[in-house]
Nanobody
């Protein structure tokens, strides 16, 4: 089993910055990709950014140029640097990892518990 623990959420004014971190632990053999998703009240969960083990990245159009995802493979940790935050970025942010626990095993999706990001206008 893989556990994901997020940190770094909080309240910030519009135009400000926050940095989210997510550390994976447990029985891990390989993490193929890690990423961040978010869910605002009344909305479905949506992709924010993902990064592969080879550090290929993918961003939602709404955050391109403002958010940066990075990863420390040695620490099984993913980061999300969020700059120029807007009120519409307010949501619960969830960390995701696609991982397996032994060679040749199927990759599974794992989720963190979520961290609240609130941007005031």
């Amino acid at each position: 089993q893989v556990q994901l623990v997020e940190s770094g959420g909080g309240l910030v004014q519009a135009g400000g910055s926050l940095r989210l971190s997510c550390a994976a632990s447990g029985r891990i053999f390989s993490i193929k990709a890690m990423g961040w998703y978010r869910q605002a009240p009344g909305n479905e969960r949506e992709l924010v950014a993902t990064i592969t083990s080879g550090r290929s990245t993918n961003y939602a159009y709404s955050v391109k140029g403002r958010f940066t995802i990075s990863r420390d493979n040695a620490k099984n940790t993913v980061y999300l640097q969020m700059n120029s935050l807007k009120p519409e970025d307010t949501a619960v942010y969830y960390c995701n990892a696609v991982a397996n626990n032994r060679a040749g095993a199927r990759y599974e999706n794992y989720w963190g518990q979520g961290t609240q990001v609130t941007v005031s206008s």
